[in-house]
């Protein structure tokens, strides 16, 4: 018999048990599509994640008081806080600093805000956060109106604002702001620019924040000892270490750091935080397998039982098939075939299950669409595998039975 005649009596002999093999089919469908969901949802985050940072410079780095606290499946151990990085700190490093590079220096004033222009007003869960005239550029930000602030406006603290594309449609709609004045807390700004939409990350929402001069939010800021955020963006990756050697020696000269004393605060590069994010994210895809794996055999247990039933309600028509010359492999090349089937059957549902749920996750947290071909191509091996496993021991039973027994089965 070709493979064309065994999928053809496989599909039959499904046909004729068609409610049962669904529900096989079900389980397997709902191992492989949580499998491939989550994966998916993890592939999709990381090429978000990457292009995230790719955006800000691969060869920037930045200065704070403390670590990122990125502890995904660690020890649970919290990065150890230094003295907050002061205003007057990160101004002179910027200043002091004689190499070619551009400093941003940016800090938060408030986190849970409002804004109004007009009838209309936010809700309270918005960003200020104060910012140079380099920041919007070290943030992978880009202007979709307006302008951006100029570094006497930054050093001014003048009453200037440019709005995230979020608040800016909830304050204007399709209108534009730009040179009209908005209030939040007690100051009024003049809108000056818009930034162009761009995705969360690690939380943060830049649609849903206001910037104001760097200076401006010194003087608004909530906090009585907030910490400035310094980046540093080198020319080229060639140079980065080196620069990021010049910027240590020049910060210790700045927060008065002994000789023998460590750093009293952190340098991470841009790059370095995207790949612990990713690793961390390997904890993540570990659970998911498991979830995944421990559904699949659940199923090839379910599968292999019924093919197993399937042997035995059918023994008369193996029988009979023997008795005109089948031989065992025959028989049993057709068993496997029939879980094989069914496996893909589940594997084509749980697959499309799994990428569409996958990227809905992913495209809800700001990622992209993806069509994971790799794990489209590696489900499909799996459910073949698991066919090949639940039923060859059913087959094998199939092939060794006596055709004249078999024939006297009733």
């Given at each position: 018999?070709?493979?064309t005649?065994?999928v053809?009596?496989?599909?039959?002999?499904?046909?004729?048990?068609?409610l049962?093999?669904?529900?096989?089919?079900?389980?397997?469908?709902?191992?492989?599509?949580?499998?491939?969901?989550?994966?998916?949802?993890?592939?999709?985050?990381?090429?978000?994640?990457?292009?995230?940072?790719?955006?800000?410079?691969?060869?920037?780095?930045?200065?704070?008081?403390?670590g990122?606290?990125?502890?995904?499946?660690?020890?649970?151990?919290?990065?150890?806080?230094?003295?907050?990085?002061?205003?007057?700190?990160?101004?002179?490093?910027?200043?002091?600093?004689?190499?070619?590079?551009?400093?941003a220096?940016?800090?938060?004033?408030?986190?849970?805000a409002?804004?109004?222009?007009?009838?209309?007003?936010?809700?309270?869960?918005?960003?200020i956060?104060?910012?140079?005239?380099?920041?919007?550029?070290?943030?992978?930000?880009?202007?979709?109106?307006?302008?951006?602030?100029?570094?006497?406006?930054?050093?001014?603290?003048?009453?200037?604002?440019?709005l995230?594309?979020?608040?800016?449609t909830?304050?204007?709609?399709?209108?534009?702001?730009i040179?009209?004045?908005?209030?939040?807390?007690?100051?009024?700004f003049?809108?000056?620019?818009?930034?162009?939409?761009?995705?969360?990350?690690?939380g943060?929402?830049?649609?849903?924040?206001?910037?104001?001069?760097?200076?401006?939010?010194?003087?608004i800021n909530?906090?009585?000892?907030?910490?400035?955020?310094?980046?540093?963006?080198?020319?080229?990756?060639?140079?980065?270490?080196?620069?990021?050697?010049?910027?240590?020696?020049?910060?210790r000269?700045?927060?008065?750091?002994?000789?023998?004393?460590?750093?009293?605060?952190?340098?991470?590069?841009?790059?370095?935080?995207?790949?612990t994010?990713?690793?961390?994210?390997?904890?993540?895809?570990?659970?998911?397998?498991a979830i995944g794996?421990?559904?699949?055999?659940?199923?090839?247990?379910?599968?292999?039982?019924?093919?197993?039933?399937?042997?035995?309600?059918?023994?008369?028509?193996?029988?009979?098939?023997?008795?005109?010359?089948?031989?065992?492999?025959?028989?049993?090349?057709?068993?496997?075939i029939?879980?094989?089937?069914?496996?893909?059957?589940?594997?084509?549902?749980?697959?499309?299950?799994?990428?569409?749920?996958?990227?809905?996750?992913?495209l809800?947290?700001g990622?992209?669409?993806?069509?994971?071909?790799?794990?489209i191509?590696?489900?499909?091996?799996?459910?073949?595998?698991?066919g090949?496993?639940?039923?060859?021991?059913?087959?094998k039973?199939?092939?060794?039975?006596?055709?004249?027994?078999?024939l006297?089965?009733?």
């Amino acid at each position: 018999m070709t493979y064309t005649e065994n999928v053809r009596l496989a599909l039959h002999a499904i046909n004729s048990n068609r409610l049962r093999t669904m529900l096989t089919a079900l389980i397997i469908a709902i191992g492989l599509s949580a499998l491939v969901g989550i994966l998916t949802t993890l592939d999709a985050v990381k090429k978000s994640m990457t292009e995230a940072f790719s955006s800000m410079g691969a060869n920037s780095f930045t200065i704070r008081n403390r670590g990122t606290g990125i502890r995904i499946g660690g020890n649970g151990v919290r990065p150890k806080p230094f003295a907050s990085i002061r205003y007057e700190e990160a101004i002179a490093f910027k200043k002091n600093l004689e190499i070619p590079v551009t400093v941003a220096v940016s800090v938060f004033a408030s986190d849970g805000a409002t804004a109004k222009y007009g009838s209309k007003k936010s809700n309270p869960n918005i960003n200020i956060q104060g910012i140079d005239e380099n920041s919007l550029n070290a943030q992978g930000l880009d202007l979709a109106l307006g302008r951006n602030f100029s570094k006497a406006e930054a050093e001014q603290g003048t009453n200037l604002c440019i709005l995230g594309d979020d608040l800016k449609t909830t304050l204007f709609g399709d209108d534009s702001p730009i040179d009209k004045v908005i209030t939040t807390g007690n100051g009024r700004f003049k809108v000056v620019g818009v930034t162009a939409k761009k995705g969360s990350s690690m939380g943060f929402n830049g649609g849903r924040t206001i910037y104001v001069p760097l200076f401006k939010a010194k003087i608004i800021n909530e906090s009585a000892n907030p910490s400035y955020t310094i980046t540093v963006m080198s020319p080229n990756s060639e140079e980065t270490e080196k620069i990021i050697g010049e910027a240590t020696s020049e910060f210790r000269n700045i927060r008065k750091v002994k000789i023998k004393d460590p750093n009293n605060f952190e340098i991470s590069k841009s790059d370095a935080v995207a790949q612990t994010l990713i690793e961390n994210l390997s904890y993540v895809a570990i659970g998911g397998v498991a979830i995944g794996v421990i559904t699949l055999i659940g199923a090839s247990i379910g599968l292999m039982n019924i093919m197993l039933v399937s042997v035995t309600e059918r023994t008369r028509e193996i029988g009979v098939r023997k008795a005109i010359g089948a031989n065992p492999s025959v028989i049993r090349k057709q068993f496997l075939i029939e879980a094989v089937v069914i496996c893909l059957i589940g594997g084509v549902m749980g697959i499309m299950f799994g990428i569409l749920l996958g990227n809905v996750i992913s495209l809800l947290m700001g990622g992209s669409f993806i069509i994971p071909w790799l794990f489209i191509i590696g489900g499909f091996g799996l459910c073949v595998l698991v066919g090949v496993i639940s039923g060859y021991y059913p087959a094998k039973k199939a092939s060794k039975l006596d055709p004249v027994e078999a024939l006297r089965y009733e």
